[in-house]
């Protein structure tokens, strides 16, 4: 049934004059329009209404996130979103290609006449990156420097304000610290876990040892990161070390979060944990996109640029490959994997427990 008391003619619902008028290149104001410069603006504006798009769905994720208790129905939804944001990434991954039909040369026609504007100037990316958990402290030392010389006073003030907040980085990391999995009455998992963790480790040492042949350079090298990862399992039971851990920047997530995600990883097939742990997996691959398309933007200024700076006074393609490498947020849930055990040699949880991790416990809250 109509439900509008006017018509809605296409044109003015999708606002195509403002639309399709708002390309004008900067080349043109000087001289000779360069070809390539209208599709180099068309690809930034499409990704800026994309990036509307993605904080538009994480707004909406975060408000769930602020509650004190986040419901099965509410996760159903989270994760719908999530993986909404992810097909987002996929195509802005793609559309990087489009970009690189542009040659070099073609590039040059119209770059300078963009300085000093530059993608350090994309607000709404900011706001991406600040809204999911990459706040300044925790940037590469060039970003810390000058993540916020490149904007105005107005732009620099709201996003200043914005790092103030709790990032969905926080959000999750407190959802996770309130699950109500780690304590088991008698039931002692952590001190099975770490019987399980400490066997597997000795095999894998065994294994190393073993290899004839194996240069004993390499044997070294091996035997020196078992060590370090038994270190890792050791400092997640243990309050103090995992606080060392944590400041050398190993972890970023609290020992409890770590534990509770541990735990939904370990025992993702149990009804309980379908959706927290389809979740994590969200959250996971969204980092992962953002690192793809962090390295295929560096790849690309570096096919254009060679070793040039960039617009903005940063060194182009060595500043992008170092923000690929260190810029992430959700690392530790990529470090996941250290800490599971095969399925075979999982602790078998109590009929008590597992009645708790069944839709019953859910029934109960």
């Known amino acids: 049934m109509q439900k509008n008391t006017k018509p809605c003619y296409y044109g003015d ?20 329009e360069a070809h390539d410069e209208t599709l180099f603006i068309i690809v930034h504006q499409v990704y800026e209404l994309w990036f509307k798009q993605i904080l538009h769905e994480l707004k909406s994720v975060m408000e769930i996130f602020a ?18 944001v992810i097909s987002i990434q996929q195509l802005l991954n793609q559309q990087i290609g489009v970009l690189e039909t542009m040659t070099p040369q073609d590039f040059m026609s119209f770059r300078d006449y963009l300085v000093p504007a530059s993608g350090f100037q994309s607000i709404q990316f900011k706001m991406l990156e ?3 958990g990459l706040k300044s402290e925790f940037r590469i030392d060039f970003d810390k420097d000058s993540f916020y010389n490149r904007l105005n006073e107005r732009d620099r003030e709201f996003l200043q304000a914005l790092e103030k907040l709790p990032s969905l980085f926080e959000r999750v990391e ?11 009455g008698d039931f002692s998992f952590w001190q099975l876990y770490q019987q399980v963790t400490g066997t597997m480790l000795q095999e894998d040492e065994a294994t190393v040892r073993s290899i004839d042949g194996m240069p004993e350079q390499e044997r070294t090298l091996q035997l020196n990161e078992i060590e370090r990862t038994r270190a890792k399992f050791d400092a997640l039971l243990n309050g103090a070390q995992y606080a060392e851990l944590q400041q050398q920047g190993s972890f970023r997530l609290s020992q409890k979060a770590m534990l509770s995600a541990l735990f939904i990883s370990l025992y993702q097939e149990e009804p309980v944990f379908n959706l927290p742990f389809q979740v994590l997996q969200c959250l996971t ?29 940063s060194s182009g393609h060595d500043y992008l490959k170092r923000t690929t490498e260190k810029n992430r947020i959700f690392t530790d849930l990529f470090h996941m994997a250290t800490f599971l055990v095969p399925k075979a040699s999982l602790p078998q949880l109590p009929t008590s427990v597992r009645r708790q991790l069944g839709f019953y416990f859910a029934g109960q809250e």
């Open 13 to 32: 619902y999708l606002h195509l004059d403002r639309i399709l008028s708002a390309q004008l290149p900067q080349s043109a104001v000087y001289g000779n």
């Open 67 to 84: 509650n004190e208790q986040v419901l099965d129905q509410q996760l159903t939804g989270v994760v719908h979103k999530l993986k909404r």
């Open 130 to 132: 600040i809204g999911l």
């Open 174 to 184: 407190a959802w996770l610290e309130r699950m109500p999995f780690l304590e088991f």
């Open 285 to 313: 691959e969204i980092d992962e996109n953002l690192t793809i398309w962090r390295y295929k933007h560096a790849m690309m200024v570096q096919r254009m640029l060679g070793t040039k700076i960039g617009t903005g006074g």
